[in-house]
Nanobody, 125 residues
Framework: QVQLVESGGGLVQAGGSLRLSCAASGRTFSMYAMGWFRQAPGKEREFVAAINWTGSRTYYANSVKGRFIISRDNAKNTVYLQMNSLKPEDTAVYYC??????????????????WGQGTQVTVSS
């Protein structure tokens, strides 16, 4: 059974940084893409970033491009989201996710099958 456990959320001032981590277990981590989505209060869950199985390709939402960096350590079965220059509008619950199929990353949440419990990120102005 695939399990995803996020950590690293918290409260930060605008302009600050946080690094989220997601530890995966239950299957061969290195064969699968990973993604991050977020959901703010009263809003639908939205794509943030994704990375393919080797880490050679990354994808970002326009709203975070140039500020967030997604990376992975296949030896540690962990994916990271480095968030810099945070803004109040980045406040949300952040979810780690992975597809059912191997290799490729997606921006559409319908392609993702497994989700973590989420970690809260709050950016104060």
């Amino acid at each position: 059974q695939v399990q995803l456990v996020e950590s690293g959320g918290g409260l930060v001032q605008a302009g600050g940084s946080l690094r989220l981590s997601c530890a995966a277990s239950g299957r061969t981590f290195s064969m699968y893409a990973m993604g991050w989505f977020r959901q703010a209060p009263g809003k639908e869950r939205e794509f943030v970033a994704a990375i393919n199985w080797t880490g050679s390709r990354t994808y970002y939402a326009n709203s975070v491009k140039g500020r967030f960096i997604i990376s992975r350590d296949n030896a540690k079965n962990t994916v990271y989201l480095q968030m810099n220059s945070l803004k109040p509008e980045d406040t949300a619950v952040y979810y780690c996710t992975t597809p059912r199929t191997e290799y490729y990353a997606f921006t559409d949440q319908k392609q993702y099958a497994y989700w973590g419990q989420g970690t809260q990120v709050t950016v104060s102005s």
